[in-house]
């Protein structure tokens, strides 16, 4: 059975921080990729940040400008990523997704979370 579960959204004030994880399950997922994406509500869904197996080799969106890292620990397959100096333009639905191949199109991963809900209070 795949599972694909993120936890650590919630609510934080401007410039503030939050701390996002994921875990995969299950054989049918390819995870040689993993990322999270995000979107807000009458918008398309962007890729926030994505990571290789290998974790040497990352994606970005253009938006990120240092503030996000992401990483990940193969033997549970679990992926973070670590939000700072968080602005009302983040909040979002953010989603976590596992894939054959570090991308920004969503198509090319294969299994996704239900989402955690990100809200950015001024």
């Known amino acids: 059975q795949v599972q694909v579960v993120e936890s650590g959204g919630g609510e934080v004030q401007v410039g503030g921080s939050l701390r996002l994880s994921c875990h995969v399950s299950g054989v049918t997922c390819s995870n040689y990729a993993m990322a999270w994406f995000r979107q807000a509500p009458g918008k398309d869904r962007e890729v926030v940040m994505a990571i290789a197996r290998s974790a040497y080799s990352t994606f970005r969106g253009d938006f990120v400008k240092g503030r996000f890292s992401i990483s990940r620990t193969n033997h549970n397959n679990t992926v973070d990523l670590q939000m700072n100096g968080l602005q009302p333009e983040d909040a979002a639905v953010y989603y976590c997704?596992?894939?054959?191949?570090?991308?920004?199109?969503?198509?090319?991963?294969?299994?996704w979370g239900q989402g955690t809900q990100v809200t950015v209070i001024s």
């Open positions: 997704a596992a894939g054959l191949s570090i991308t920004k199109r969503s198509g090319a991963y294969n299994c």
